[in-house]
């Protein structure tokens, strides 16, 4: 059983349209990180959030934290093929471990 | 680079064979975990290393595996036996003292 779920687990969108991940708990989180993964290859860290309500925005890529530190959303606005990736959140939890989602598949159709 | 360096990045071996993985971390990260990932799955935690004490093993960690970390920088993952489950991506990860970690692309591990 995984602490974090992730919605949907497969997204397939056309290029220019916007998409938006979920990533729930009912566990609280000192902090959730984003990653990126491409097939073969390692997470890549896109965010760290670690305050209640903390927005960031990265280019296209807005990242929310959830006010209670239970879930957090990813949105990408006017996607890119280049965006195509698996999306993991994972959270801390004052100790040295993540705990990862099980991802969301998102493809971008050019 | 100066990421996270993991070798080698794909093995291929035969049931009961023993395998070792090797993880460079970033060189000012005194923290260092091993994850391991299959097939649809968001990786999960092995085991952790502060500077070259391994301070918690995951019920994951068979007594087959091993890992080391013997002057606090490289770090080693042995599996010994190997069996078809254990085939899996093997991923490396280092950290400061904070939460955010950087992740190794991972050793693709194959047992036939």
């Known amino acids: 059983t995984q602490l974090l779920e992730q919605s949907p687990q497969f997204l397939s969108i056309q290029e220019g349209e916007n998409l938006t991940v979920y990533c729930n708990s009912s566990?609280?989180?000192?902090?959730l990180q984003w990653y990126r993964q491409e097939p073969g290859e390692g997470p890549v860290l896109l965010v760290t959030?670690?305050?209640?309500?903390e927005v960031k925005k990265l280019k296209r890529l807005t990242f929310q934290f959830g006010d209670a530190r239970k879930d957090s959303s990813l949105h990408i606005t006017a996607a890119q093929p280049g965006d195509t990736g698996l999306y993991l959140c994972?959270?801390?939890?004052?100790?040295?471990?993540?705990?990862f989602g099980a991802g969301t598949t998102v493809t971008v159709r050019a | 680079d100066t990421g996270v360096s993991q070798n080698p990045r794909h093995k291929i071996t035969k049931r009961g064979q023993n395998v070792t993985f090797r993880c460079d971390p970033i060189?000012?990260?005194?923290?260092l975990y091993w994850y391991r990932q299959t097939l649809g799955q968001g990786p999960e935690f092995l085991t952790y290393?502060?500077?070259?004490?391994?301070?918690?093993k995951s019920r994951l960690l068979s007594d087959r595996f091993s890992a080391e970390r013997p002057k606090g920088s490289f770090s080693t993952l042995e599996i010994q036996r190997t069996e078809q489950g254990d085939s899996a991506m093997y991923l490396c990860?280092?950290?400061?003292?904070?939460?955010?970690?950087?992740f190794g692309p991972g050793t693709r591990l194959l047992v036939l």
């Open positions: 990860a280092s950290s400061p003292p904070v939460e955010t970690q950087y």
């Open positions: 566990s609280v989180f000192s902090s």
């Open positions: 959030v670690v305050t209640g309500g």
């Open positions: 994972a959270g801390g939890r004052y100790d040295y471990k993540l705990s």
């Open positions: 060189s000012e990260h005194n923290r």
């Open positions: 290393f502060q500077n070259e004490a391994q301070l918690e």
